[in-house]
Structure formats: C-alpha cells, structure tokens
C-alpha cells in the first residue's frame, strides 16, 4: 500500500455558517444543488422532500414531495430538466423522476427495497439506482423505461456513479467494503474488489467519483471484512481496482460524506470523528480541519465557494433499555463559506508523482 498522506499546517479558519436550513423532523438523507445554485433539495426519513430558496434561507413550501416511505436519494439533471427521488423501506422502493417544466412524474418500477443511492447521467439522459435488494438498474429517464440491468451486485448498494461519457458505472457496497465497475453497453461486470461484510461495522453512503478522465475512481473504503470503518479515501485504476497514488488518511472514524470540486483541485469529507476535512486533490494535503459535531451528509457548491453539510442530534437510550434515537428537533442544513486561502492553496500546491501500490490486501474478482 502506497505511504499515508502527506500532512501539512492546517488553516484555523472557522466553519461557521452563513446559512442554516432547518424543517426535516428526522435525518436528511440526501442533498444536492440545483444548477442555478439558487436552490437546493433535500430528502429525509420524515417521508420528505423539500426545495430551499438560498436567497431567502427557506422552504419552498409550495413544492414540498410527501412521500409513502423515507427519502434517501435525491438528485437534478445536469440541464434542471428532471428531478428524482429514491426511497422505500425493506419491503418496497419507491423511485420517481419529474420533469420539472411539466410537472409529469414518472413512477420508475422493479426493485424490490428501498432505493439508497441515484445518480443522473451527465448528458441528462441515463438514470442509475442502487438499492438494498443488492441491484442496480439504470432507466430512461424519457421514457421511464428499464434499459440495462439489473446488475447483480454482492451486497446491499450504497453508491453509484456514471463515468463522464455513460459508459462505465461504480459501484459501492453500503459498508464500503465492496467496489465494482460494470460495462453500462455489455451490461456485464469488469471488475469487482472486496466481499460483502455480514459484519457490517458503520455503514457508509458516502458517494464516489470518477477522476482523471474517466480512468481513476475516487472512494471511502476498507479492505477488512471486519468491523473497520472506512476511515481511509483511496483512489483506484478504474480498469485493474489497484489503488493509485497516496491514500487520503487523516480521520479516525467512518467517512459518511465526501465532495469533490468540479475542477478536481479540492477535496472534503465530513466523518464520524467529528472532523470535516479540506484537501488539495492532486498532492493529498490536508489544508483544513474543522470540528463540527455528528456532520452527516456533505456537498460542494458548483464553484467550490460553499460548503454544505448536514447534522443531527442522537439521543441517548433511556433506562427502559430502547436503542439510541435521534431528536426530532435538530436536522439542519449548514452552509458555509469555504475558506478562501484554502481554494488558493488547492489550487497551488504541487502534486506528489503518483505511485501505483504494488498489490491490494484484496484479490480483484471478475
């Protein structure tokens, strides 16, 4: 395995936010820009869907979604065209696509649990879903029509992402302890690394991204079937699944959100440390290290200049023997300012040459 990440003086700027969204009475599960970066949407397990008005820092209560099930994916077309949901429960899944401009909504059919993770193909036409049944399929979204899968998977599904150009989707078990890249033509697995984990540990939905055009594929992941977290960013050759580079290392606990800039120089994760993390992509550099108490979810604006992250309160289980809950008072929305000397020094620092590690603590399976 190639040597851990190089650490540098951090910024002791503050993560404050210049914006809080509160109304979800339970976890937001699912966040995501709209392209104008006027408004944002958000899915929750309160059975929700919400719309936010980023100039005014509030609901768009008119086109709230009340949904059967909880919401875990949400997602807008490239082109402002569509917008999807995904939800469901153990026994069911609910997946709709609207087209925005005529309010058509398109129920999509065929998995059998709830859908966990979306994501919307880049030329606006394709959508991909994974879901706790261990499938992912992919739609059209003009049509509303199946047209590849499912593929089979080896666990329950809890991230996927088209490459660029459509041809080639990732695919993260729900533990991060699974990678796979399928074929979207051939409709047919090319690699695979990792097991399922009956053992599950922390579960991860945190999402994953392709890098260097299309040949890198960045993800929180553990190469243990144990109870390991997946506390460590890797980024792997997309066609071999051998780790390319230096691993982001840094956080103690489980990764639960990962964002990437659209231009690939700035990295951030959010953690169960209680840390979110900044980092310069190419040279692996931590630049910025904030404490911000149970972060959940996390996204970059589309010019990196805001940060948004989403948190929740745990309540502790009472005498009565019941599991830990979570407050129904505080799930909020935060946006911040991303710190301006750390968009500089994303931006300046010099890559570290990348070094291919040798071999995986895991075979890679076809």
Known sequence: MASASTKVATTKSILAPSMTLKGHEHWIESISYFPDGQRMISGSRDKTT????????????????????GVYAVAVSRDSRWVVTGGGDDNRAELKACEVEMGIVKNLEGHSRRIQCIDISE?????????????????????GKLVAGPFKSIDWVGAVRFSTDSKKLAV??????????WDVQSQKLDKRIGNRSDNIGSISFAPIFWTNKNKNILVAFSFTKDVNDAKTIYEFDASTLETVGTPFEGHTKLVRGLGLSLDGALLASASHDNTIKLWAFKSRQILASFDVQNPWLLILSSDSRKLVYTTYTVVPPSNSGLAYTTSTKDHRICICDTPPDVLAKAHTIAPQKLVRALTNPLDVCV
């Open 123 to 143: 030329d606006n036409t394709l959508l991909a879903s994974g879901s706790w049944d261990e499938t992912v399929r992919i739609w059209n979204l003009e049509t």
């Open 172 to 181: 993260k078990s729900w533990t991060g302890k699974c990678l796979e890249v």
């Open 50 to 69: 919400r719309q936010w008005d980023l100039k005014e820092g509030k609901e768009i209560e008119e086109v709230r979604d009340v949904c059967k099930e």
